[in-house]
């Protein structure tokens, strides 16, 4: 399984040499300030759980394109139907048949099916999680939604990230959010982290429902999804999901899932300037990004879906163990201290050595996919825990 780890020599000229880039400045400024910097490898190409580099080292992959590969690295089936599709057209911009087909599939998939009626929502399609975004606020907009709207976050690394422009939204901590700031607005957009209190978090979600403010959860990253999905009892205050590419398996790729509730204005003011208007936020990605989207569904449903996958995860935390490891919401973590913090540089170099590919991280989860046997993964935590015992030695 773990072959002898061989120095990054020749990634290390790849970015080098190329000058233009800023990872080779970023490069140059670690090794002057740190001798004994070890880069991280220059990936070749992926298969299954692994990755492979230039200088001919494989890792067992638990970074995963940051949660979106769910099915592994180059999947056989993904791998087919972008083959097959992409000679029928690159361009975008299009309504396609298959849209109608997906929204059901990933309806299925990613919805809690007891709870919601498939004809009380709408979807939008987009090239890119990033263009998702970008299209909500012009959504929101169009559907009349233009008063105050804040972008609610955690104390977390979670919270810290945000994916929107910072002049497009305020951003707030749940905890300081009050009656004055509810009565104000007209849309929240929250997105959900590992130390959040969901308790607290339900409360405000309750109040700002019964308010009638629109509620956006952004789950463009896998964990965020997962989240929410783990705490089922506030689904029925939001009004908005947008997903990342994590639903197409890591192609680049983005959808809004609104309920009717939104588009109340527009269904009371129908012309054509309104439709204008919408037409370039409807979301028509090129056929290839549709079809793998489908696909991707099909192959989850087959392998249990994604609840097949947070057991993988579960079982995966019980050969991890607790020593080194926590699993919030369903998702694995390293128990955070300020060691952890202070040389997780020196972790991340010796899991690298030793054939492990971790996130860049200590706060970001560590992700498994449906590529990853169980005896795959009983054999990597038990080198993971010796390598920790090693670290903290």
């Known amino acids: 399984m773990y072959k002898s780890f061989k120095p990054f020599k020749k990634g290390l000229r790849i970015i080098e040499k190329n000058t233009s880039s800023l990872m080779s400045d970023f490069l140059q400024f670690e090794k002057e300030k740190d001798k004994s910097y070890t880069p991280l490898p220059v990936i070749k190409r992926g298969k299954g759980p692994y990755i492979y580099d230039y200088d001919d080292n494989r890792f067992v992959d638990f970074f995963m394109s940051a949660g979106s590969l769910l099915l592994g690295h180059a999947h056989p089936g993904i791998t087919k139907i972008i083959k097959s599709w992409l000679g029928r057209g690159y361009a975008s911009g299009y309504a396609a048949a298959s849209h109608e087909l997906l929204s059901k599939r990933l309806f299925q998939l990613l919805l809690d099916k007891h709870q919601k009626n498939y004809r009380d929502y709408k979807w939008f399609y987009y090239n890119s999680s990033f263009e998702a975004v970008l299209s909500l606020f012009s959504l929101l907009e169009i559907c009349g939604h233009t ?106 790729f983005g959808c809004i899932f609104a309920d009717n509730r939104v588009f109340t204005s527009i269904q009371k003011h129908k012309n054509s300037g309104i439709f204008q208007k919408l037409l370039p936020v409807m979301g028509f990605p090129p056929y290839y990004k549709i079809k793998t989207a489908i696909e991707f569904s099909g192959i989850m449903e087959r392998y249990g879906g994604i609840e097949g996958l947070i057991k993988k995860n579960k079982d995966f935390f019980l050969a991890l163990g607790n020593k080194y490891f926590n699993i919030i919401n369903n998702n ?54 010796l390598l920790f015992n090693v670290f903290y030695r």
């Open 147 to 252: 008063g105050h709207g804040i972008y609610l976050s955690g104390s977390d690394e979670d919270g810290k990230f945000t994916p929107f422009h910072i002049d497009l939204v305020e951003r707030i901590s749940p905890l300081s959010i009050d009656e004055k700031h509810i009565s104000t607005l007209d849309f929240v957009i929250i997105r959900f982290g590992k130390t959040m209190n969901y308790g607290k978090i339900e409360s405000i979600l309750k109040r700002l429902h019964e308010k009638g403010v629109i509620i956006v959860s952004d789950e463009t990253e896998f964990n965020t999804y997962i989240y929410i999905s783990h705490n089922k009892d506030l689904q029925k205050f939001i009004n908005v999901r947008v997903f990342g590419n994590w639903v197409s398996s890591g192609i680049s």
């Open 332 to 385: 694995i973590y390293i128990k955070e201290n300020e060691f952890l913090f202070s040389n997780f540089r020196k972790l991340h170099s010796l899991l690298l050595e030793n054939s492990i590919y971790f996130p860049f991280s200590p706060n970001s989860p560590i992700f498994t996919s449906l590529s990853h046997s169980n005896e795959l993964l009983q054999k990597s935590a038990g080198r993971i825990n």
